[in-house]
């Protein structure tokens, strides 16, 4: 007849088992050498040549003929490589577990990015092994935008047309400029560029040389001679473009929204939205640019009138 472990069984068992333990003729012992998920105490400090292996998660590919730069805290540039077809490229000099470094990746194509790296430790199997120590870094494949202008009335303007107040019957028009990614897997990172001091954001840049329309919702505003600048910052999660099986988990879509009045207006007034990378708020108020790299991605311009 087949044995069937009942409830009173198993209680039966836990007794037992408690008043041997507690008389002390049974003990536990927790391996001393199991450690917490993350722990890192078993690993140790080397000082070893680097090994940085460079890819674009979003094309899901290594990034060959990139060049990598190596900046020390002081910002003095330590050495420049470049990868080989692998994405991989293997500094000359050693660097010590714990140093910071700064790694500014460039390649045409590619969104130039800064890493701020602290030199890692190692496995002690890994640095009696190996002669390198092993950092994976990554950037994107810039993405290909274009700008779309529309009104709360439903209408849509061409770059380089006219919105007339006149025939819209209204003294104050809001616009949705809109920001598109067209190229499937692609987008923008922004960084800190440690060389400079400055963001390598993503804005975008409203500008006129008229001081007539009034304008509100376009962010800070900035005055440079005879023009006048308001920058937007745009996300980089926006500027994405993701494309997953058949579903774009990102789409790559931004959108501002600005509110133009007529203002003082007795004629036309010129403006133009650019949608600027590598930009830097702060030193576009000093200097009249973003930073040293600051480019347009993409232009729209737009003459209002009456």
């Known amino acids: 007849m087949?044995?069937?472990?009942?409830?009173?069984?198993?209680?039966?068992i836990a007794t037992i088992a408690?008043?041997?333990?507690?008389?002390?003729?049974?003990?536990?012992?927790?391996?001393?050498?199991?450690?917490?998920?993350?722990?890192t105490d078993n690993l140790v400090s080397v000082t070893k040549p680097l090994k940085i292996a460079l890819n674009d998660p979003l094309g899901g590919s290594a990034i060959a003929s990139a060049t990598v730069q190596i900046y020390g805290s002081d910002r003095v540039l330590k050495e420049s490589l470049t990868t080989d077809s692998?994405?991989?490229?293997?500094?000359?000099?050693?660097?010590?577990?714990?140093?910071?470094?700064?790694?500014?990746?460039?390649?045409?194509?590619?969104v130039t990015r800064w890493y701020p790296v602290t030199v890692p430790k190692m496995a002690p199997a890994d640095a009696q092994?190996?002669?390198?120590?092993?950092?994976?870094?990554?950037?994107?494949?810039?993405g290909t935008y274009t700008i779309k202008v529309t009104d709360q009335f439903g209408n849509s303007y061409t770059s380089g047309g006219t919105l007339n107040f006149t025939a819209?019957?209204?003294s104050t028009v809001t616009l949705t400029?809109?920001?598109?990614?067209?190229?499937?897997?692609?987008?923008?990172?922004?960084?800190?560029?440690?060389?400079?001091?400055?963001?390598?954001?993503?804005?975008?840049?409203?500008?006129?040389?008229?001081?007539?329309v009034t304008v509100s919702g376009a962010g800070s505003s900035v005055v440079r001679g005879t023009s006048?600048?308001?920058?937007?910052?745009?996300?980089?999660?926006?500027?994405?473009?993701?494309?997953?099986?058949?579903?774009?988990?990102?789409?790559?879509?931004?959108?501002?929204?600005?509110?133009?009045g007529k203002g003082s207006l007795a004629s036309t007034q010129a403006f133009t939205f650019n949608l600027m990378d590598y930009f830097d708020s702060g030193y576009f108020a000093q200097n009249g640019i973003g930073g040293p790299d600051a480019a347009s991605l993409a232009s729209f311009s737009l003459t209002l009138a009456v």
């Open 2 to 12: 087949a044995f069937r472990l009942k409830g009173w069984h198993i209680f039966a």
């Open 18 to 39: 408690f008043l041997l333990w507690y008389g002390g003729y049974l003990s536990f012992t927790i391996p001393s050498n199991i450690q917490p998920p993350g722990q």
């Open 86 to 110: 692998a994405g991989v490229a293997t500094s000359a000099l050693p660097y010590a577990s714990g140093d910071i470094v700064y790694v500014k990746i460039a390649k045409p194509g590619y």
């Open 129 to 142: 092994s190996l002669t390198t120590n092993f950092i994976a870094l990554q950037t994107y494949n810039l």
């Open 168 to 170: 819209l019957g209204t």
């Open 177 to 212: 400029i809109t920001i598109y990614n067209t190229e499937d897997n692609s987008g923008y990172i922004s960084s800190y560029d440690r060389l400079n001091n400055i963001n390598l954001g993503a804005v975008l840049l409203t500008s006129t040389a008229g001081s007539s």
């Open 228 to 260: 006048t600048y308001w920058i937007t910052p745009i996300s980089d999660d926006s500027l994405t473009r993701q494309l997953v099986g058949n579903q774009y988990v990102k789409p790559g879509v931004a959108s501002a929204s600005i509110t133009f």
